[in-house]
């Protein structure tokens, strides 16, 4: 069983940047991808970013590409979200998952005032 903990949440102005941080424990993430999803209150859970574990492959919904950048260390056992130019809509729980395995972490709550 493999533990997702995220990390680097927090509350941010408009046009700020977060780092966002998934570490696996218990076991690695393997060679499978990692994905980032939010859930915005009153929301339902929609997809933010997911990498390969090569890092060759990213994708990103509409809404962050050019602000958000996604990486991995795998000798680490991390995966990373870089959020850059945040807006309000932003505001959300993000959570790390490997979606070949159904793991999920707990989630980090990110809040961009305006």
């Known amino acids: 069983q493999v533990q997702l903990v995220e990390s680097g949440g927090g509350l941010v102005q408009a046009g700020g940047s977060l780092r966002l941080s998934c570490t696996a424990s218990g076991r690695t993430f393997g060679t499978n991808d990692v994905g980032w999803y939010r859930q915005a209150p009153g929301k339902e859970r929609e997809f933010v970013a997911r990498i390969s574990w090569s890092t060759v492959s990213t994708y990103y919904t509409d809404s962050v590409k050019g602000r958000f950048t996604n990486s991995r260390d795998n000798a680490k056992n991390t995966v990373y979200l870089q959020m850059n130019s945040l807006k309000p809509e932003d505001t959300a729980v993000y959570y790390c998952?490997?979606?070949?395995?159904?793991?999920w972490g707990q989630g980090t709550q990110v809040t961009v005032s305006s």
């Open positions: 998952t490997v979606p070949v395995l159904n793991y």
